[in-house]
């Protein structure tokens, strides 16, 4: 592996990031500050977060910042639920988010497992 670029886990976290906008450009204009905002800033956490984390070269370092990304991955769940109850987004495209978040969480969960068994 030559960079973080390579890392599937965040290819899928920059894809999560390009469909949390998709999704967030059909919310109510009343939202741009408030859920929108939330939604945009805690989907670009999770790959910044896995970037930055490989830069630091120190593997202890690199845990936490993948578990910053974990975090942000639940905040965005949680977002995702609010929008759903308050029915602000069709279900499709609901889903397709968050089969993408799901997905990004695992390969996270897993990641995080790996490297903390390593030390």
């Known amino acids: 592996m030559q960079t ?3 890392l599937i886990v965040w290819q899928r976290g920059v894809q999560l990031v390009t469909s949390v ?3 967030t450009e059909k919310l109510p204009k009343s939202e741009i ?11 670009v956490s999770i790959p910044a977060n896995i970037a930055e984390g490989y830069a630091r070269k120190h593997r202890a370092e690199y845990i936490q910042f993948l578990r910053i990304a ?15 109850n308050l029915r602000y987004a069709k279900g ?3 889903r ?7 997905e990004t969480m695992r390969m996270l969960n897993k990641f995080i497992s790996s490297l903390t068994q390593k030390t």
């Open 4 to 6: 973080y670029k390579d």
């Open 21 to 23: 906008y998709q999704l």
């Open 33 to 43: 500050f408030g859920l929108t905002s939330q939604m945009r800033r805690s989907a």
């Open 70 to 84: 974990y975090g942000s991955g639940a905040e965005l769940e949680t977002l995702m639920i609010i929008i759903q």
């Open 92 to 94: 499709s495209d609901i």
């Open 96 to 102: 397709e988010v968050s089969d993408l978040l799901d």
